[in-house]
Every structure is written in structure tokens, then in C-alpha cells.
């Protein structure tokens, strides 16, 4: 790494920066990106060794781990964007349930009680899922931004206020979707394997947020508000309109998500999501992104992401135990966290 | 360039008055800062100097009294109304970035944005317009960069300071406020801050400098306002009086012989 040195020229006094080797090679997307390519390299080899037939280093499997990842994929972006606020979301998993059946049994049941329900066009179920989801995050950010309340504290609330209005509506998985829910089920073929448009809609969403974050003026202000709110706040920067912003976009991508689900469910599950938010974090965290705010990048999170499904992938097919991928999940999450907790004291 | 003191002040106030209570942490305080001057305001602890800049950058507002920008008379409702106005505040608790970089933290909160469609619709910044202007800026600030992309975390506490010195420095029209610069830096560190503050005065742009260090005070003031007791004691000429008359007087130890009676 270059030392990097800001003098005044007359005195030419070079005064090296802190570098740190470590913070290089935390950088993210590196230090999650190398990871990724190790545990790869490991499920490559591993068959060799013991004489298998290679089914990990294959485009259908990757078509798989992909597909695997679409739904946790899009949560974790969201949940990207309120870790770079330091904030935390706990109830993105079950605003995806709620979403996911009420816009299953609006489409499938329509309106009202049933018997005398009015119809309504699966759009336009989906949209009102958006609408839901979106409201959702919106009354999370209220609450951070007005009432001064933790995000831990706020989205425990809401997390267990969504989990009930879920089971309100529903205790009973809604089958019998209609078309238009499904259609993002649909699959095209990429390298001769079959990939469903949920994951290509989960690579999209990445890129957008990607580009957003490092290229517009609000991603700026995001990292800004979530590194230190009180310099963004005397620059005038509106830190409760930028936080509002990201609650309710946040909640947006939860709908997505529930979207995503139901296309790759076919069916609205009142059980969905119990893990998303804990498995959201995770992803977030494995990708390199500080949970003290105003550090990271949202690609480091799709690859945090891939991690956790490529572990889970290859140990499947190494016919080990599924609890082991927890363990090793939990344990990973661990060592990310301690690391992200180093070099913040060593700053 | 000297200051001259026969034109409108850039800022004036008149009679300033701010009660906390029972306290009142201003008495018909009265300040004036000129065109191309180092201004240091000194006192006591608890004499009014934070309330007196609070209410010049529009922090606070004081109960009674006027403040007027170039003899127009001016009511700053919050620091972004004085801001708009053209007067920055550089305040003491070190309020940048640390992860952003260099041009991130000069720009923050004031982006350019690309031209056309992509900044007017996309609202996109444009990097390498920030990146040019800021290395530019601090170049004819003498601050020597090689890398305006190395987050502010990596500097020293002085260089971290001079970001915050020099982006106030950008942007302001009128006047610069900094309350304590130096406080919480080593006598290397604050060179550094000094000899940007002088910089900035030699290109015309006021400076009102809060310090309890004298030796700071009488090294770069062109006139130094004595508080006391919420009220102006008096104005005097640094090359005139001993840091220690100074002190004298701003703790009442002594009362004024030939200060200029205000
Ligand atoms: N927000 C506030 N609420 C109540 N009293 C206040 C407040 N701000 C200032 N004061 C009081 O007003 C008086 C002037 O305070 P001020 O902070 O302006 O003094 P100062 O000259 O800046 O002191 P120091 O050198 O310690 O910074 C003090 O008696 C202080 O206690
Ligand atoms: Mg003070």
C-alpha cells in the first residue's frame, strides 16, 4: 500500500498516513471477494480428492446457488442500506411474509370477507404488496428519525407487529396463484443452464443500489449520514429525509423480495422468513460492511451472500450434516464481526 | 493586504443581548469583523464568546439586538440561513468525515453534479470536477495533496483539521467563524491549522478566531475583542499590548489605561 501524505509545501513535512495493511485487504469487496474464491476452490477440489464426480464447478450449480441466493439477496440490500445509516433492520423477514400474503391472497382470494370478496387484478395485488411493504419501512424510519428510537428497538416492534398482522390474515399456506405472480418464476438459459428471472431481478437490484450508492448524490449522503451524523447534519445534509428515504426503500426491496418468494414458492407462506433478518445481517456483515455505519459496499453483500449459499451448497454435496453449515455460518459471522470491531478501534 | 477599518464592516452587531435563564450569557454585546482582518475573541470562561459566534452564524438567536451583513441588517433563523449567507463556521469538535475521502469531505453536502441529464435527472456527482477543484483549492491554500482519495481517518489530527479549515474556506463568501481550531491539537499540528488561517486572511476573506491560547491569539490577530462578563471590554492592538495585559484585563485583574474605550 502507498503511504499517502498531505504537507504543507514550504515546510515539506511528510507525514505518513496510518496505513493499514489489514483495512487493504478488508476493503471490500476484496477480502469478501478472495474469500469466496477459496471456499470455491475448496468445493472444486475436494471431489477430485476423494474420487467424485465434480457437480460443485458446474453452470447448472451455479444456476442453482444463484437462485438460492435471489431472495436473502434482495433483503440483504436493503438491509445494506440501513447498516450504512447504522442502523439494523430485525423485520425484514416477516415484512416480506406479510407482503408475500397479502398480495397471494388478494390475488387469489380478492377483497373482503370471504364469499362476497371483490376481485382484484394480480397486478394490482402486487402492487399493493409494494405499497405494503414500502409502509412498512416507512413507519420504521418515523420512528428512528422522529421518535429518536434505536432501529434495533423500532424494527423488534415492527418485526412482531408484522409477524401478527401475517398470522391475521393467514395461518394457512394460499395456493393457487395466479399467472402473474408466477411469471418471474419463468426461466431463460444462460451457458445451456436454466436461470430463473427472480435471480437475474437480484442481480439488477444490485447493480441499481450499486450505482446509486457510489454514483448519486443521495448514496453519498447516505455513507455520509452513517459515518458521522452530526458533521452531515452541520454541512446540511437532511439526515432524517435521507434516513427516511432509506427505511422506506429498504421496505420497498422487502416487497420485491416477497415477490421474488412467491414466484419461487408458488404459493403465499405465513411461515416465510422467520431466519430473513438474522440471515440478512449475515450476508451484509460476510460482505465486508462496518455495523458502524458509513462503511462498505452493497457488492460486498452479494458476495457475502453467495458465500453463505455457496457453503451451504457444497457441504450438501459433500453429504455433510446441514447443521454444520449453520455452525460454520455462525462462526464466520463471528470472525467478520470481530474483525469489523479491530479496525474500528484501531482507528 | 491590511484591513481597513474606515469602510462597513463585513459583520456588524449591535447591542446584543441572549439570556440562558437567569444568566445572560450576552449584555448588549457589541462586535464588528473588517474586510481582509484576523479577528480573535478572548475572555474568561463563561464571558459569552460561544453564545456571541453562536449568534452570528445563526446557532442561536439572540433576545434582543441587531446583526447586519455589510450594514444590511440580517436574521440568521439557523446555521444554514448564515451559511446561504456566505458565513461558514468551522466548529471545534472536529465535524468531518472520517471515512470520506479528502475532495468527499470538502464537498459534502454541497456535491457538483454532472452536467445535463445524468446530474439534472440522475442526480449523478461529477468526481472528477470535485477531484480537480479541491486539489486545485488546496494547492492555492499551500497544502501540498497526493492523494485526494485517502480517507480523512488516515490523517493527522492537524491535516484532518486543515480539511475542515479549507472546506469552510471554499465555500465561504463573507467570513469564517472557528471556535478553538487549535484545542485539541500539538504545537506541530496547530502550525499547520495557523498557517492556513493566515492564508486565507491574505486572500481577503475575514477570519474570527476564538482561543484561550495567547500566544496563538498575539501571533495572528489583527485586533483582538476582549469579552467580559457577556459585554466588549475592549478592542486592542496585539502589537501594542503584552499577552499579559491582555489577560489582566479579560479577568478584570486590571482595568483599561489606553485600550480603545468601547
Ligand atoms: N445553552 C445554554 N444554556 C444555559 N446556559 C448557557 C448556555 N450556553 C451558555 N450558557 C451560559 O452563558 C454564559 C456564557 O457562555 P459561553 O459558552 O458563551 O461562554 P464562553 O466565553 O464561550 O466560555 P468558554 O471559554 O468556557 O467556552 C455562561 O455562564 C454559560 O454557562
Ligand atoms: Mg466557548
Known sequence: ?347 | MPADYTTTPVIEARSLTKYFGHVVALDRCDFEVYAGEILAIIGDNGAGKSTLIKALCGALQPDSGQIFLEGKPVHFRSPMDARNAGIETVYQNLAVSPALNITENLFLGREVLRPGFLGRVLRMIDRKTMRTQSEEFMKSLKFRIQDMNVSVESLSGGQRQGVAVARSAAFARKVIIMDEPTAALGVKESRMVLDLIREIRDRGLPVILISHNMPHVFELADRVHIQRLGRRLAIIDPKQYSMSDAVALMTGAKTLANAEQV
Not at chain 1, 2 to 15: D, N
Not at chain 1, 290 to 301: A, N, P, Q
Not at chain 1, 315 to 340: E, R, S, Y
Open chain 1, 1 to 347: 500500500m502507498t503511504t499517502h501524505t498531505l504537507e504543507k509545501s514550504e515546510s515539506s513535512e511528510a507525514i505518513p498516513t496510518r496505513s493499514s495493511r489489514l483495512s487493504l485487504l478488508l476493503t471490500p469487496p476484496f477480502g469478501p471477494l478472495l474469500f469466496l474464491f477459496i471456499i470455491c476452490v475448496i468445493f472444486t477440489v475436494l471431489p477430485l480428492l476423494r474420487g467424485q464426480e465434480q457437480r460443485f464447478l458446474t453452470v447448472q450449480n451455479f444456476a442453482l446457488i444463484f437462485q438460492q441466493t435471489a431472495v436473502v439477496g434482495v433483503l440483504a440490500i436493503g438491509q445494506t442500506l440501513i447498516i450504512l445509516t447504522a442502523g439494523i433492520d430485525l423485520s425484514n423477514g416477516l415484512v416480506m411474509a406479510l407482503t408475500s400474503v397479502i398480495t397471494a391472497g388478494l390475488a387469489v382470494h380478492g377483497f373482503g370477507p370471504r364469499g362476497e370478496a371483490l376481485y382484484v387484478d394480480p397486478i394490482v395485488a402486487m402492487l399493493i404488496g409494494l405499497g405494503v411493504a414500502s409502509l412498512a419501512g416507512f413507519i420504521n424510519g418515523l420512528l428512528v428519525t422522529r421518535l429518536k428510537l434505536p432501529p434495533f428497538i423500532v424494527t423488534l416492534g415492527t418485526l412482531n407487529i408484522a409477524f401478527a398482522l401475517t398470522r391475521m390474515y393467514t395461518t394457512t399456506t394460499i395456493n393457487g396463484l395466479p399467472q402473474p405472480l408466477l411469471a418471474l418464476g419463468s426461466a431463460i438459459t444462460v451457458f445451456g443452464a436454466r436461470v430463473p428471472l427472480y435471480a437475474l431481478v437480484m442481480l439488477v437490484l444490485f447493480f441499481v443500489v450499486w450505482f446509486i450508492l457510489r454514483e448519486t448524490r443521495i448514496g453519498r449522503h447516505i455513507y455520509a449520514v452513517g459515518d458521522n451524523r452530526e458533521a452531515a447534519a452541520l454541512v446540511g445534509i437532511p439526515v432524517n429525509r435521507v434516513l427516511l428515504l432509506v427505511y422506506t426503500s429498504a421496505g420497498f426491496l422487502y416487497g420485491i423480495a416477497a415477490l421474488l418468494l412467491l414466484a419461487r414458492q408458488e404459493n403465499g407462506d405465513p411461515q416465510a422468513g422467520q431466519t430473513s433478518n438474522l440471515e440478512s445481517i449475515t450476508a451484509v456483515v460476510l460482505g465486508g460492511t462496518s455495523l458502524f455505519g458509513g462503511r462498505g459496499h452493497v457488492m460486498g453483500t452479494l458476495i457475502g451472500a453467495l458465500v453463505v449459499s455457496v457453503i451451504r451448497n457444497g457441504l450438501t454435496q459433500q453429504g455433510a450434516n446441514p447443521i454444520i453449515q449453520t455452525f460454520i455460518t455462525g462462526i464466520l459471522v463471528i470472525a467478520a464481526v470481530a474483525v469489523d470491531q479491530l479496525s474500528q478501534r484501531s482507528r
